[in-house]
Structures are given as structure tokens and as C-alpha cells.
């Protein structure tokens, strides 16, 4: 706010400057006039002194002083048409109007406090599971199921998480590493043969149609009719719907490695604002155009592996140690 009234401040004395530079040059023009017309009267007079006793040249001299006076008169009655010209300044009333409207400079913003009330276990497994669980990555359903995808036994589980049971699961082709929901019929699960897999939703869950890709994929997330995709190394690609590549973010303005692994993705409140989370301690942000705007580093950060938001200013970075709040 001080800068900015500093900023209108000078821009207000450059306009007086302006202005007052304009009428000192006119003022300036005129003083030599005058004097050029002074001089040119006292010729006149010097000529009629000196023609004294020749009628003739008497007569000549006297004309010429007249035609001078009469050019006196015009130019001193030009003068005398701004004589009482002055700069001055006027204050902008809309300023003044719009800061009348106001109460205050902003408003205040309490940062939501969180207490952990009470821990609940879920078992993950299903009976033909064959292998020790493991998450990376997990969504939550417009219809309020949470959607993980288990990579050891190659399947999409659906919870309920109200009776903390799987509710549905489907069999994968190859392991799933991240998911997401593009409604609330469809969701995308990112698989370890750079292969994404579409998933109809409903009362039971069916694999549609895959797409191949030409990298690895780990997290996943959706916007706008774009897939952004993660690659648990240094690269971000943003794919259409069709899979083809639209954008690949990997490198700051600097040309330096944004990532190290970079693995879940998360959207600001706005939409505005693209959290990665790299397990290489630390969260990087970027823009809706993939420009690099900030990396988070802190001490406590430990190993991030997932990242999300709560719709009220709060990014959360899942650890392998400890969770953070931002």
C-alpha cells in the first residue's frame, strides 16, 4: 500500500512538473520577445533623433516607430491574455471516494488448526490377495469412496470409509501406482508399464480402454480435460484425454532440475497452483503453465510421498516420518 501511494505521489509531481515546464518555456519565449521589441523601439527612437532636420527621413523614422508600437500593443495584449495563468493541482475525487467506501485495509485470515481426535484402522485386504499391500496413491470419489490402488496385488480397491471395508475392487493387468476420478463414473490409474488405465465407476468397477505412454507414470491427476502425470523421477507431462503429450515440466527458468522423484500431485484451492510432492524433501510449485513459482524445503520434511489440500489454504504432505501442514 505505502508503495503504491509513493508511486502515485511522484507520478502526481511529475505532472506538475510537466505542466509547470510547459508554461516556464512560454514564459521564457515571451521575455525574448519583449526584449527583441524593446530593442527594436529604441532603434526606431534613435533613427527619428537621427533624422532630425531631413523631412524626408524625419517622415520614414516615424512611420517605422509607429508600425513598432502597433506591434508592441499586439504582442503586449497577448501577453495580458494569460497573465494570470498559475499552475496548480487538483486531487483525483474518485481516490478519495473509493477509500471513503472502505473500512479497513483487508480482511483478517485465521489459518485452520488441526488436533488429531482419534486414529481408525482399515484392512486394505481382500481374499485373493497374494501379497503384502502397497499404496502409493489414493483419490476420493464425488460419491465419498476412497479409491486406492494396491501395486503388489494389481488391483483398484473401493472403501467404505464410513464402515472402514472394501467396498469393490477390480483386477489390474499390471501394478497401479497413483489414481485419480475424472467424474463421478470414471476414474484413471497410472500402472508400472507406463500405461494408464481408465476405470468405469458404478455399483461394480470395470477396466475400459488403456493408453500407452512413452514414459514412466506414478501419480496422476486431472483438470481441465488434461491428465498431469508424474514419472517418480525428474519429469511432469501433462497428456489430453487421448494420451497425447501436450507439455513435459522438468527444468526451472534457470534450466536446473525442478524434481528428483517427483511422485503425487495436488491442485490449490483456485486451481490456479500445481503442488508436486518429490520425495527429495521438498514440494515444488508451479503455475497452470508449468512455470516454476516456488520449492518448499523444511528440516521436518522427511521423505514427502503424497500431497493434497483442504480447500481452506492448507497444503498437507504425506512422510514416511511425519505430516506437515503448510
Not at 116 to 143: A, F, P
Not at 232 to 243: F, K, P, V
Amino acid at each position: 500500500m505505502e508503495t503504491m501511494l509513493r508511486n502515485m505521489e511522484k507520478e502526481s509531481i511529475k505532472e506538475v512538473e510537466k505542466e509547470y515546464q510547459i508554461k516556464n518555456a512560454m514564459l521564457l519565449e515571451e521575455i525574448k520577445i519583449s526584449e527583441n521589441q524593446i530593442t527594436g523601439l529604441e532603434r526606431a527612437a534613435d533613427n527619428i533623433k537621427q533624422s532630425d532636420g531631413n523631412v524626408a527621413q524625419q517622415f520614414v523614422s516615424i512611420k517605422t516607430a509607429q508600425r513598432e508600437i502597433v506591434q508592441t500593443d499586439d504582442i503586449m495584449n497577448s501577453f495580458n491574455a494569460h497573465i494570470h495563468a498559475k499552475v496548480s493541482f487538483a486531487t483525483d475525487q474518485s481516490v478519495l471516494e473509493f477509500l471513503q467506501q472502505l473500512k479497513t485495509f483487508g480482511s483478517v485470515l485465521c489459518d485452520t488448526a488441526y488436533l488429531v481426535k482419534g486414529t481408525r484402522e482399515m484392512n486394505t485386504r481382500v481374499q485373493s490377495d497374494t501379497s503384502t499391500c502397497t499404496v502409493y496413491g489414493s483419490c476420493l470419489t464425488q460419491g465419498g469412496k476412497l479409491l486406492l490402488p494396491d501395486l503388489n496385488n494389481k488391483k483398484l480397491k473401493c472403501f467404505d470409509i464410513g464402515k472402514l471395508l472394501v467396498d469393490d475392487y477390480c483386477d489390474l493387468h499390471f501394478g497401479p501406482h497413483g489414481v485419480c476420478c475424472i467424474d463421478n463414473q470414471k476414474a484413471v490409474v497410472t500402472l508400472n508399464n507406463r500405461t494408464i488405465q481408465f476405470v468405469s465407476l458404478g455399483n461394480q468397477m470395470k477396466l475400459r480402454h488403456d493408453i500407452k505412454l512413452n514414459h514412466p507414470c506414478f501419480g496422476i491427476a486431472y483438470k481441465d480435460n488434461t491428465l498431469l502425470i508424474t514419472d517418480n523421477s525428474t519429469s511432469l507431462y501433462i497428456h489430453d484425454m487421448a494420451g497425447t503429450l501436450l507439455q513435459t515440466i522438468s527444468k526451472d527458468s534457470s534450466g536446473n532440475n525442478l524434481f528428483t522423484h517427483c511422485r503425487q500431485i495436488a491442485f490449490s484451492d483456485s486451481g490456479d497452483k500445481i503442488y508436486v510432492g518429490d520425495y527429495q524433501n521438498k514440494i515444488v510449485t508451479l503455475d497452470r503453465q508449468g512455470k516454476h513459482c516456488s520449492s518448499f524445503f523444511d528440516s521436518d520434511f522427511v521423505n514427502g510421498i503424497g500431497v493434497c489440500t483442504d480447500r481452506k489454504g492448507n497444503v498437507f504432505v504425506l512422510m514416511n516420518k511425519k505430516m506437515l501442514c503448510k
